[in-house]
Every structure is written in structure tokens, then in C-alpha cells.
């Protein structure tokens, strides 16, 4: 079975998986809610649902990111990754505006909490599920590096964070018999959505803008300096563009200039290929081909260079930060 569909088929398992357990803790949580009439646990529940809707949206993704590249988008579909993170974002945002709004008015009009333990005992139990799914979500992601299922994980694990939060509040109510603590929770939550939601969306637009994203950047230098054969002189002016699991990166390579074009190109090929090998995502390079000048030689280890002027030293450094630069800032 080709890996490709390997992987898209375990995307799509996990995401399944999540909208089923996203209406299980929606369940529980609303049942929470009804049996106590905590504002508390109305905005956790009010969080849960945009769960919900998010996986709907993470299943739709990964299907349409798994269409091959074609003409219109030879980078493939990965972007809509972005996309989606960008609207799971959107919604958090509104949640915890809605939440916001409702602990105001809660705390006015002295909202009562009843059947605490009940409650109680209900967001529990939704918590338990939600934190072995964040577990199972963010395992799969990271295998399969996708932004979506990652996205997915982290809002149920801060959904899990919620609602502790929920959960010690609520035991302060009990204990204090001071039904006001259960509205200045539900502001806490509300708060922790609209932070969560600008976190959401600044990742996103990193994505779709192609920010430098150094964690991907340090795992390519890794399988570069895996790599480097004699003849690779030195790597500068790297760039990226992120599309999905999808890497295009380009870069300036530097290589021996006795080399014929057949002989640099094989080189460039081979070590293209070894490093998207161990490389952690899909990807491919367009490099640009420079010759050395003979103004390298000290950082070029190849034994029988006929055109050398000086002795070698020390190869070029090969981490991320020196190969975004220009050659002559990475020497």
C-alpha cells in the first residue's frame, strides 16, 4: 500500500474518531449544565460545541488536502490546512465572546447553581474522554505532521484546562455557598477562549504567509548535515513555502566549479533525495547552482581538486540559521 494513503487513511481514522467522541463530551457537558444551570459549565459546554464543528471541518480538510497536485495547484491542497486552523479560530473567538456575555449577565442577576455534584461529576467524566482523544489527535498529527489534527489537539487539551478550571470553581461554590464565583469563572473561561483563539489564528497566518518556521527548519538542517558528501560547499539563501505536509523549499547551492553540468547535477539530485529521505515531511528542492570561484577551498573537503588555491579547513556551518542567510553573511 503506497504510505501516502497509509497516512491520509489514518488522518481520516482519528478524525472520525474525534467527531464521534466530540458529541459524547458534548452530551455530558450539556447534561452538566442542565442539571446544575452553572454558567460555568454552560461556556464549557459552548466550547465543546465548537469542538464539534471544528472536527466536521478537520475531516473535510484532510480529504480535500489528500487530492493530488494538479495544474491549477501544482504544490498540492496543503494550505487549506491553514485555512482551517484560521476558522476553528473564528469560532473560539465567538464562544468566548458568547460565554463573556452570558457570565455578565449571570453574575447580575445572582444566578443560582443547584445539583453541584451531579455537575460536578458530569464535566469530569467529559474531561477524561477529552484528554485521552487530545493524546490519540496529537500522536497521529505529529506522525503525520499535519497541522489540522495538531490544531485539534491542542483545543481539547485547553478544553481540558477549562474545564479544571470549571471543576475548582464550582468546588468553591460549594463550599463558600457564593454563587457569584460561578459567573467570575465563566469570565475566566470566556478569557481563555479569546487568548486561545488569537494563538489559533497568529499560527495560521504564520502558515499561510510562509513565515520562517524555525522547528521545520531545524529538522531539514538536521537531514542536511546527515547528508553532506564532498562537493556540497555550502547552502545559503534557503527559503521555504508550506503547503500541508508539502515542503517547496529553494535554496543557492555552491559546488566545485570544475564540475560539469551532468556531474553537478547528479550530485545536487542525489543529495536532494537522501535528505527529503530523512526529511520528516514531503517535499522537494530547487537549488540554484553556483560555482565555488575558487574562493571556498578552505571550506571545501573534496581530496583531488585540480583548481585549489589553499588548504582545506572546516566545512561551512549547515544549521538553520546560517542557511537562511547569504553566503557571504554564512561564511
Not at 574562493?295 to 585540480?306: E, L
Request: net charge negative; with cysteine.
Amino acid at each position: 500500500m503506497d504510505l501516502q494513503d497509509t497516512a491520509t487513511k489514518e488522518k481520516i481514522r482519528i478524525a472520525q474518531i474525534n467527531i464521534a467522541v466530540s458529541f459524547v463530551v458534548l452530551a455530558l457537558k450539556t447534561a452538566g449544565y442542565f442539571v446544575s444551570g452553572s454558567t460555568a459549565i454552560f461556556g464549557d459546554a459552548v466550547e465543546t460545541l465548537i469542538n464539534v464543528l471544528t472536527a466536521f471541518t478537520a475531516l473535510g480538510v484532510i480529504h480535500f488536502v489528500a487530492m493530488p497536485a494538479d495544474e491549477n495547484h501544482p504544490y498540492g491542497h496543503g494550505k487549506l490546512e491553514f485555512f482551517s486552523a484560521a476558522f476553528e479560530g473564528g469560532l473560539v473567538f465567538f464562544a468566548g465572546v458568547s460565554i463573556l456575555i452570558e457570565s455578565v449577565q449571570a453574575f447580575k442577576t445572582s444566578q443560582p447553581v443547584v445539583e453541584i455534584e451531579l455537575g460536578m461529576t458530569f464535566i469530569f467524566l467529559a474531561s477524561l474522554v477529552n484528554l485521552f482523544m487530545s493524546f490519540a489527535l496529537r500522536r497521529v498529527g505529529e506522525k503525520r505532521k499535519s497541522v489540522t489534527l495538531i490544531a485539534s489537539a491542542v483545543h481539547l487539551m485547553s478544553d481540558v484546562y477549562t474545564t479544571a478550571g470549571v471543576l475548582f470553581g464550582l468546588l468553591l461554590v460549594k463550599l463558600t455557598q457564593l454563587m457569584w464565583i460561578d459567573s467570575v469563572v465563566s469570565a475566566f473561561v470566556a478569557l481563555h477562549l479569546l487568548v486561545e483563539a488569537y494563538k489559533i489564528v497568529r499560527r495560521s497566518v504564520s502558515g499561510l504567509t510562509d513565515e520562517m518556521d524555525q522547528e521545520s527548519l531545524k529538522e531539514l538542517a538536521t537531514a542536511i548535515q546527515k547528508n553532506i558528501k564532498p562537493g556540497i560547499i555550502n547552502i545559503h539563501n534557503l527559503r521555504s513555502i508550506r503547503a500541508g505536509t508539502f515542503h517547496h523549499i529553494d535554496a543557492h547551492l555552491i559546488v566545485p566549479e570544475f564540475w560539469d553540468v551532468s556531474k553537478a547535477h547528479k550530485a545536487t539530485h542525489d543529495f536532494e533525495k537522501r535528505v527529503v529521505n530523512d526529511y520528516p515531511y514531503d517535499g522537494e528542492f530547487a537549488f540554484h547552482l553556483d560555482p565555488c570561484g575558487r574562493k571556498y577551498c578552505a571550506a571545501c573537503d573534496i581530496s583531488d581538486c585540480p583548481v585549489r588555491q589553499s588548504p582545506f579547513e572546516k566545512r561551512f556551518s549547515f544549521d538553520s540559521d546560517h542557511m537562511i542567510k547569504s553566503v557571504t553573511e554564512s561564511y
